[in-house]
């Protein structure tokens, strides 16, 4: 199972009771522990932040997850992916073609993408991963228009074997019908963030425990 953890340090904020000053920092602290947890990887995505801002951000980010298999993107900002030293970019459906990219970056460089239909995943050209959706109703794009499961499948199978992603409404509940729509994992905000007071960290870490063990659950029943 992939596992991506995608950025939203406002929300995250606003869900644990701290003021924007503390942002980054609870942020780097999601991060280390999804890292420490076994994440794949982190989608640094934090479009109010200049560029300057959102370098010295993901600088701090790699350096916090160095040592571990994590691997840190940059949403979309492929010269702030550059300038931080990210392992990789993560673009928007409508961004710059995948081979284009991969045209000017060093081998290793990871490029995903996101889709929202069977069509644009079958274009994707050499992306390493993409991520679809939205799959289900999310706070973070409430007036976006859903997937479902079934759109989910019919993207797994135009995506011909890259590992497909599935993002939007996923909660631990829905994580097995992630594993049977054939996708290879899941990129979520939401499912990373705590409530109820719960600490950032421990939270985090069972997270990431408690969602891979519902995946693969689901393979081995299969």
């Not at 492929?78 to 995948?98: I, N, P, Q, T």
């Not at 409430?142 to 135009?158: D, I, M, N, Q, R």
């Not at 996708?183 to 408690?210: N, Y």
């Amino acid at each position: 199972m992939m596992l991506c953890l995608v950025t939203d340090r406002r929300r995250l904020g606003a869900a644990i009771g701290i003021e924007a000053g503390a942002w980054d920092d609870a942020l780097r602290a999601q991060a280390r522990a999804a890292a420490q947890a076994g994440v794949d990887l982190l989608q640094v995505r934090e479009p109010d932040l200049d560029a300057a801002a959102l370098v010295d951000l993901v600088k701090a980010i790699v350096n916090d997850v160095k040592g571990t298999a994590t691997r840190v993107l940059v949403n979309d900002r492929l010269d702030v992916a550059w300038a931080a030293g990210a392992a990789g970019v993560h673009l928007k459906e409508r961004s710059f073609a995948v081979d284009r990219v991969r045209r000017t970056t060093a081998p290793g460089f990871w490029i995903g993408r996101s889709v929202h239909s069977a069509a644009t995943a079958g274009s994707a050209g050499t992306a390493d991963y993409l991520i679809a959706g939205t799959v289900s109703p999310t706070v973070s794009k409430p007036s976006a228009v859903c997937l479902g499961w079934e759109g989910l499948s019919t993207v797994v199978k135009a995506a011909a074997g890259r590992p497909v992603l599935a993002i939007g409404g996923i909660d631990l509940l829905s994580i097995p019908l992630v594993a049977v729509s054939g996708a290879a994992g899941v990129a979520a905000i939401g499912a990373f963030i705590p409530f109820g007071g719960e600490p950032l960290a421990e939270f985090v870490q069972k997270r990431v425990i408690d969602m891979r063990l519902g995946f693969d659950s689901e393979h081995s029943v299969s």
